[in-house]
């Protein structure tokens, strides 16, 4: 069964960094890509990034050259590197392979 779990998220101020995990079970890196959404509070669900099993990755617009996602094929976990967070980069991430979701991790930005 595939499993994906989140963490890393919490408070942090503006102009400051977080690193997010996501620890994969049930599918392996090696085969399969992972995607990085957020969800605001009242908004829609958004996508931020992902990865693909061979190392591509892309962004949304709204946080290239600020977030970096990467994976470690050896502990099957994805990393999602934010920095220079905003405000608006408040909301709950979750990662999401095969339409399998994570619980999701809070991140919120404030002074």
């Known amino acids: 069964q595939v499993q994906l779990v989140e963490s890393g998220g919490g408070l942090v101020q503006p102009g400051g960094s977080l690193r997010l995990s996501c620890a994969a079970s049930?599918?392996?890196?090696?085969?399969?890509?992972i995607d990085w959404y957020r969800q605001a509070p009242g908004k829609q669900r958004e996508f931020v990034a992902f990865?693909?099993?061979?190392?591509?990755?892309d962004y949304a617009d709204f946080v290239k050259g600020r977030f970096t996602i990467s994976g470690d094929k050896d502990k099957n976990t994805v990393y999602l590197q934010m920095n220079r967070l905003k405000p608006d980069d408040t909301g709950v991430y979750y990662c999401m392979t095969l339409n399998y979701w994570g619980q999701g991790t809070q991140v919120t930005v404030a002074s």
């Open positions: 990865i693909t099993s061979s190392g591509t990755t």
């Open positions: 049930g599918i392996s890196l090696s085969t399969h890509a």
